[in-house]
Nanobody, 125 residues
Framework: QVQLVESGGGLVQAGGSLRLSCAAS????????MGWFRQAPGKERDFVAA????????YYADSVKGRFTISRDNAKNTVYLQMNSLKPEDTAVYYC??????????????????WGQGTQVTVSS
């Protein structure tokens, strides 16, 4: 089992920045990748960014490329999502997730095994 705890969400004006954190505990040695997804009210959960734990390869949704940066701290088993130039359309609950298997795409929610509880990000115009 892996436990994930997100933090760092909040209310910010358009153009502002936030940094989300996701601390992992438990059986983290099997982690292949960690990702961030978001879900706005009435919408599906969408991919935001992902990072492979050993190689450090990163992947981004087109909608956040150039504005968001995913990174990790191996010693702390923590992954971060730095969000800059935020827009009202970035408003959502943000979830982090981990996956152990290499099969499938890190851009799809079904590939992930464990999920955090989510943190709300609200961007006002």
């Amino acid at each position: 089992q892996v436990q994930l705890v997100e933090s760092g969400g909040g209310l910010v004006q358009a153009g502002g920045s936030l940094r989300l954190s996701c601390a992992a505990s438990g059986r983290t040695f099997s982690t292949y990748a960690m990702g961030w997804f978001r879900q706005a009210p009435g919408k599906e959960r969408d991919f935001v960014a992902a990072l492979t734990w050993s190689a450090g390869s990163t992947y981004y949704a087109d909608s956040v490329k150039g504005r968001f940066t995913i990174s990790r701290d191996n010693a702390k088993n923590t992954v971060y999502l730095q969000m800059n130039s935020l827009k009202p359309e970035d408003t959502a609950v943000y979830y982090c997730a981990t996956r152990n298997s290499r099969s499938g795409s890190s851009r799809t929610a079904v590939a992930y095994d464990y999920w955090g509880q989510g943190t709300q990000v609200t961007v006002s115009s």
